[in-house]
């Protein structure tokens, strides 16, 4: 069974940090991609990042480069991954539940039909 499950969301004001983290298991690629997206308020679901398995690649929306980082902690086994999100300076408008996604590489990343794995999301305020 596929499970993604995220924690470390929170309150946080302005210019503040946090550390969310997402345990992958039960994928059987031997390489896959895992990511960020998040969603706000009335507005669409949105690509923060993402990372490939095989060789680290890094990939991030304009909105967070320079503030987010994205990495990965691979098992020997490849069955249970991490995928970390470390937001920095953090803004209102960075606001939403942020969700941990996996897929296939290849593909759309900024696309969230491209995401076929979800996680039940965490949310995030950063209060102005």
């Known amino acids: 069974q596929i499970q993604l499950e995220e924690s470390g969301g929170g309150l946080v004001q302005e210019g503040g940090s946090l550390r969310l983290s997402c345990l992958v298991s039960g994928l059987t690629l031997r390489d896959y991609a895992m990511g960020w997206f998040r969603q706000a308020p009335g507005k669409e679901r949105e690509w923060v990042a993402s990372i490939h398995t095989r060789d680290s690649d890094t990939y991030y929306a304009d909105s967070v480069k320079g503030r987010f980082t994205i990495s990965q902690t691979i098992s020997p086994d490849r069955v249970k991954n991490t995928v970390y999100l470390q937001m920095n300076n953090l803004r209102h408008e960075d606001t939403g539940m942020y969700y941990c996604?996996?897929?296939?590489?290849?593909?759309?990343?900024?696309?969230?039909?491209?995401?076929?794995?979800w996680g039940q999301g965490t949310q995030v305020t950063v209060s102005s």
């Open positions: 996604v996996a897929k296939s590489p290849g593909g759309r990343l900024f696309d969230a039909a491209d995401w076929p794995y």
